[in-house]
């Protein structure tokens, strides 16, 4: 597609499940970030692909989060062993990457609710 | 590490009169770039309008237009003419190339438009 796609868009687990979401990045774009938005908050940054590079994980809030990025193209944000605090939106974006003006463009996000 | 702050929580505004966002950031690059994002209830995040540092002129798109004040660190966003569908969260976001290229944003200032 187009733009950035993300999957589920709605997601309820039970606390102690784990979740996989999806990001499609837009094609070509090699740069691929998740961001965690709790209600009514900022961004928080979560990880960083650039390319082949190792990713910048620092924004990880715990070992039960963890991503990958296959191809240099769709990424999996999984989190394990689900907590109420977990509940947020999950954004991801993609950038062409490099240096330059180049911007980020988001996906809807995937809200995911631990009950 | 850079921070953006935005200090203002909320924001409202009347219909066709004009508000100022702020937003101060700090770094000690001098390569970056800066972005205002706009996030409607739909979740989509859309970027408003950007400037690259080394420029001097304020970066305009419409009625959307920015008051950078490098020396002082600060990229404020002003609306003109405000319309019902300009009712957002907004936020402010940073870039350097030179510093792992991410993206930080601050916390958003909710806008209000009051018809």
């Known amino acids: 597609g187009a733009g950035v796609s993300q999957s589920p868009s709605n997601k309820v687990t039970e606390k102690g499940k784990d979740v996989e979401l999806r990001c499609d990045p837009i094609?070509?774009?090699?740069?691929l970030y998740w961001y965690r938005q709790s209600l009514g908050q900022g961004l928080e940054f979560l990880i960083y692909?650039?390319?082949?590079?190792?990713?910048?994980k620092s924004g990880l809030p715990s070992d039960r989060f963890s991503a990958e990025r296959t191809g240099g193209s769709v990424s999996t944000l999984t989190i394990q062993r689900t907590q109420q605090e977990d509940s947020a939106v999950y954004l991801c974006a993609s950038s062409p990457g490099g240096r330059g003006r180049n911007t980020i463009y988001f996906g809807e996000g995937s809200w995911l609710t631990v009950v | 590490a850079q921070t953006v702050t935005q200090s203002q929580p909320e924001m409202s505004v009347q219909e066709a009169e004009t508000v100022t966002l702020s937003c101060t950031y700090d770094?000690?690059?001098?390569?970056?770039?800066l972005f205002w994002y706009k996030q409607p209830p739909s979740r989509q995040m859309i970027l408003v309008i950007r400037q690259e540092a080394y420029k001097q002129q304020n970066a305009t798109e419409n009625r959307f237009s920015v008051n950078f004040q490098k020396a002082a660190k600060s990229f404020s966003l002003k609306i003109s003419d405000s319309q019902l569908g300009d009712a957002a969260m907004y936020f402010c976001a940073y870039r350097a190339p030179n510093t792992g290229n991410q993206f930080y944003f601050g916390t958003g200032t909710s806008l209000t438009v009051i018809p």
């Open positions: 770094t000690s690059e001098s390569d970056y770039y």
């Open positions: 094609s070509g774009h090699t740069a």
């Open positions: 692909f650039q390319g082949n590079s190792a990713p910048d």
